[in-house]
């Protein structure tokens, strides 16, 4: 579905993304570890098209995407869930949903109604505007923003950033439920308990580089991964 190969990146002539190369395959979930400051994001920047890599090259659903502007990349089936969550903050809930809404190609597609299903709370506060709304409940939004551009395949950046353990749970649950429906994603994230537990296979990036790649069980048994790259236990 994704696959990197040899991706550099740079800010200015800083020189961020040392050669990555990952693949994320369909109907999965992968998440990226690392540290702060290690280049997760900026190897989401380089998918969607926000900093395109200097060299290297990205493809998605075999087309090479490296290069394209970002609402190209978009239109093919990319969603993007971005850190920090972005809303439009003085938009209700209703008009953030609706104004990127794309129809689906497939049964299932996703729509306002079934948006509002999937996150009942957000039909309460549909005439709310984005800034009243909690940090868990704009997070929400932000994830059903990006389902109502009915994507194949969904970038998400740091989703559990800064919730309350339940919400972190019921995210958890949401990317399950979407690799059920068929959606790939891809995961950066810094609470590995929840990345391990919703996640087909994982990559560790280290200063711009991938320096670790397992499944998630194999990285769970693996203390010494964890306390050198990570500095956490689970």
């Avoid at 972005?86 to 689906?104: D, H, K, M, Q, T």
């Avoid at 306002?112 to 409940?137: C, D, M, T, V």
């Avoid at 919400?167 to 068929?182: A, N, S, T, W």
């Avoid at 994982?202 to 499944?215: E, F």
Wanted: aromatic share 6%.
């Amino acid at each position: 579905m994704l696959e990197l190969v040899d991706v550099h990146t740079y800010y200015a002539e800083n020189h961020i993304l040392h050669g990555i190369s990952m693949e994320v395959k369909a109907n999965s979930v992968i998440s990226l570890l690392g540290r702060n400051g290690m280049g997760k994001t900026t190897i989401v920047r380089s998918v969607i098209g926000f900093t395109p890599p200097r060299s290297g090259v990205i493809h998605f659903k075999q087309k090479v995407i490296s290069g394209l502007p970002s609402y190209q990349i978009c239109q093919m089936g990319l969603g993007l869930v971005p850190q920090g969550r972005a809303i439009f903050p003085s938009l209700s809930v209703e008009e953030n949903l609706i104004i990127g809404a794309r129809p689906g190609k497939r049964g299932n597609a996703w729509s306002l109604e079934r948006a509002y299903s999937f996150f009942p709370i957000l039909k309460k506060r549909a005439k709310n505007k984005g800034n009243l709304l909690s940090g868990g409940e704009q997070q929400m939004l932000c994830i059903a923003r990006a389902l109502l551009t009915n994507p194949d395949f969904l970038l998400m950046d740091e989703a559990s950033e800064g919730l309350a353990p339940l919400i972190v749970r019921e995210i958890g649950e949401c990317i399950l439920q979407f690799r059920k429906d068929g959606l790939s994603v891809l995961l950066v994230e810094q609470n590995l308990p929840m990345a391990l537990r919703v996640s087909d296979y994982v990559y560790i990036v280290n200063k711009g580089t991938i320096i670790y790649q397992s499944t998630s069980k194999e990285l769970k048994n693996n203390r010494d991964i964890q306390n050198r790259y990570l500095s956490v236990e689970v």
